[in-house]
Structure formats: C-alpha cells, structure tokens
C-alpha cells in the first residue's frame, strides 16, 4: 500500500488534503508533513460569552504542546478561533463520532450534565475538570475542586479572589500567566455608516433574560449618551433581538446612532468599529475583551474578581454590601446608584480625555 501520514496534521481521511489538490504530491515525498504527537479533546459548550473567555487556554496548549492535534465541541462554533484543529457542534453524530475516538488529553470545562457526560463516555488518557457522579456534576480530581465548590456554596464564591482564566488554568493543570483572548476578527465585508465623531462609544443596553436585575435604567441610559455627545464623543447603541425596540427608544431620544441587530459575525464587526464599549456582564463583554477594547463594567450581582479586563478598563459597583448577590429578583434596584456622571467620568479617565 502506498505510504499515508495518518498522524499528519493536514490528513482528513476520506478527502485530498489540500497540499495534494494545490500541488499533487503524495504524502511520502510531502515537505509539509507536520506529524502529530498528542491529541486534545477541549469540551467548552457554552455560552458565546463563556466560549470566548475560555480562549486563552488555547495560548497555554499551543506553548505546552506544540504538535497537539485540537478539538474543541461547543455550542458556538463561530467564536471558536480558526486555528483549532477541528471544531464540533455539540449533537448527536458528533457524540457517536466522539465515542469512537480516542484522545490523550480532555479537559471539560463545563458542569453541564451533557459535556459532563460526554467526558465519561469518550475515551482519553488523562481527563481533567467535571464528569458525573450519581448523575450529577462532580470533579474529575483535585484540581477542580475549588471551581466546584464555589458553585455549590454562595459564601466560597464570594470569598473566591481568582478570575476566571487563573480557575480554568488551575483545573487544567497549569498557572495563569496573563495569557489574553483569542477571536479572529471577522472580515469586514460589510461597510458601516456611522455618522457620530471618534472617540466611539458602544453602549450594550442589554443583560439577557436570566439576569435582569443587571439592567441599568433606561433614562440613565439616555442621560449617558447626552452626555458622551455634549463631550465630544459618538454613541453607537449595540444589542440584540431582545433590545431592539429598546434601542430604538434610546437612540431616538438621546440622537445616538443604532443600527438594528444582527448576526454575531457581523456584532463583533460592529463592536470592532467602538473605541469603548459600556456594558454588563454579557457576551459583548468578552467580544470587546477578545478586540482588546476599552471598557467600562457594570457589575452588581457577580463577583468581581472573577472578571479578567487585562488592563483594559474599569469595573462599577453600586455602594451596597450585598454586591455579589447572585438574585435574579431583588427588592432593592440597585443599578439606580451607578449614575450616569460617575460613568461618564470613568470613561474620561480611561480614554485620558
């Protein structure tokens, strides 16, 4: 039999790689044989947001282990760097496909009870993260213990002064070194018309369904953007089917540009075109984190430190001591003490302006 790399990076098995449809060599004279010598299986299902800011690990495995083959299963496969060496979405024939697979390496970063097990199941040398016990989440060793306890008891999870890449690295065996995102930009194919001066600032009104007490008022929202302008600065206001209507309130009562919603391609392409993104914690977050974009955080019912902004910008807090509460429904509105001065003024100090 003629001689095949199957352990080459480029060898996809039923198909010509592409050396042999640009070039028709064959794989025992190839010069861009590149063999592989361990295989990793990353589970990171969801959400957008949380797939992202699960990137930087990618930088950690690239170093550590420079011939790794790479797969990732996700729910979001278009925020999955184009490095990668195979991503997957999470359904059924994957799952068969996975079981008959074998890896050296999983690290499943979800407590998901599907990813959870899915980590049982696949077959791999080493394993690190969360798998099942009784059908329920439970940490594969060790080294995970710390990110599952801080799940399960609201006083750890408080008490934690780790972010979340310094967890995730922690789990996976290795120590954060300031390892930033990485999103491929989007090529910009679409031309934007924004008619508001530079410094541009994204306003991301929305916060999902889950958490609303994280939303900030609707007037401050506008008070915000009265005052961006007043200092010389554009407004762009970003969201999604969720805020449209609420965007086109804000825009037309405060002159600031909306543009509608639209895929996440073309949302990150939009976020790409901010100077300084004002946001809760949502996944434009880690969109504008991943462009290395300024920011400014509203933040009131997580912990903060679990938020890595590399430098980029600064997180507000409302003056209460039950920051950090983790309620879906609260009495007590507490956004209303963020006002819109004191953002303004931070992003002043950020911009230097």
């Known amino acids: 039999m003629e001689t095949v790399h199957t352990d080459c990076r480029f060898f996809r098995g039923d198909t010509p790689c592409s050396f042999h449809k640009s070039e028709g060599i064959h794989c025992q004279d190839c010069s861009h044989y590149e063999p592989i010598d361990i295989r990793i299986l990353l589970i990171k299902l969801g959400a957008v947001g949380d797939v992202i800011r699960t990137t930087p690990l990618l930088r950690r495995l690239w170093q550590e282990f420079p011939h790794a083959h790479i797969t990732w299963l996700t729910h979001t496969p278009e925020v999955v760097p184009r490095r990668v060496d195979r991503v997957l979405l999470f359904d059924p024939a994957v799952l068969v496909y996975l079981l008959a697979t074998n890896f050296d390496l999983l690290y499943n970063l979800d407590k998901d009870a599907e990813a959870c097990a899915v980590a049982e199941l696949v077959q791999a040398k080493q394993k690190y993260g969360f798998g099942l016990r009784h059908g329920y989440c439970y940490p594969l060793n060790s080294l995970a213990e710390h990110k599952f306890l801080t799940g399960l008891f609201d006083d750890l999870n408080r008490a934690n002064r780790k972010s979340y890449p310094q967890e995730i690295f922690e789990i996976c065996g290795f120590e954060f070194e300031g390892e930033k995102y990485v999103l491929d930009r989007p090529s910009r194919e679409r031309q934007w018309t924004i008619v508001q001066p530079h410094p541009l600032i994204g306003l991301n009104t929305g916060c999902g369904e889950r958490w609303k007490t ?140």
């Open 214 to 353: 994280r939303l900030w008022p609707d007037e401050y929202w506008i008070e915000l953007a009265k005052k961006l302008q007043q200092a010389g600065m554009g407004v762009l206001f970003l969201g999604g089917a969720q805020e449209h209507e609420k965007n086109l309130r804000l825009s037309h009562a405060s002159g600031g540009s909306y543009l509608g919603y639209f895929p996440l391609p073309e949302f990150i392409q939009l976020v790409d075109q901010c100077d300084l993104l004002v946001t809760a914690v949502t996944m434009a977050l880690h969109v504008a984190i991943g462009l290395e974009k300024r920011v400014v955080l509203f933040n009131n019912i997580f912990n903060r430190y679990e938020f890595e902004l590399y430098g980029l910008g600064e997180i507000l807090e409302p003056a209460v001591e039950c920051v950090g509460c983790y309620r879906q429904k609260c009495d007590i509105d507490c956004m209303q003490m963020i006002e819109p001065e004191l953002v303004l003024q931070t992003v002043r100090e950020i911009l230097k302006m």
